[in-house]
């Protein structure tokens, strides 16, 4: 025989060839190709910055000009010397001490430099106008204003946190009107204002 009948053409090894690959599912593409090219009609994702979905603290109420006096007068004088931070104040409402239902004050306040004293937090009340409002029995201040006072503290060490000092007062002691307003300070037992910064805020009667 020629050799033709030995051995088998070029084009016939070719024709063998694709259909093996095609057969075996052969992809002689790249094991990790590139992503392609994102198009026009996908998304966008957006830009984060710092202030993007930022959460903004409502601004605390402006104090009125007749609470400043008070304001001053609550504020230490001598700040090298024990001092009280009002951190923070929730009001509840509708809170009860015993059977008589009013207005709790939840204060958190830092105590420095006065391990070993005795202190007390206070709340002056103001009424809608921004007067001090009259007191009450057991419910007012040295000036007869009312206010509500927590019971002592006695800080064992500097600084000395206070997470939650409970100050109430009741709604029956509570000048006429819907809106009021309070200023939070601490001071000595026995002694002078020793805040740094009393705070002020607001308040409703409730419905």
């Known amino acids: 025989m ?78 090298s010397g024990p001092l009280i931070m009002v951190e923070a104040v929730r009001v509840e409402p509708n809170a009860y001490r015993g059977d008589r239902s009013g207005t709790a004050f939840h204060v958190r306040v830092r105590a420095d430099r006065s391990a070993g004293k005795a202190l007390r937090i206070w709340a002056d009340i103001f009424d809608e106008q921004g007067r001090p409002a009259p007191g009450k029995l057991f419910f007012r201040n040295a000036e007869g204003h009312l206010a509500a006072s927590s019971s002592q503290l006695d800080p064992a060490a500097d600084p000395e946190l206070f997470d939650d000092v409970r100050l109430f007062v009741p709604y029956d002691a509570m000048p006429a009107g819907t809106r009021f307003g309070y200023l939070v300070a601490g001071s000595l037992e026995d002694g002078p204002w020793i805040t740094q910064r009393p705070m002020w805020g607001e308040f409703r009667m409730p419905r």
């Open 2 to 79: 020629g050799d033709h009948h030995r051995r088998p053409s070029i084009v016939r090894l070719l024709a063998v060839a694709v259909v093996g690959a095609v057969v075996c599912g052969c992809d002689e593409s790249p094991r990790n190709p590139s992503p392609p090219a994102a198009s026009s009609d996908s998304p966008t994702p957006p830009t984060t910055t710092g202030s993007a979905k930022a959460t903004v603290e409502p601004a605390p109420p402006e104090m009125p000009e007749s609470v400043r006096p008070m304001f001053l007068a609550r504020t230490a004088a001598d700040r």
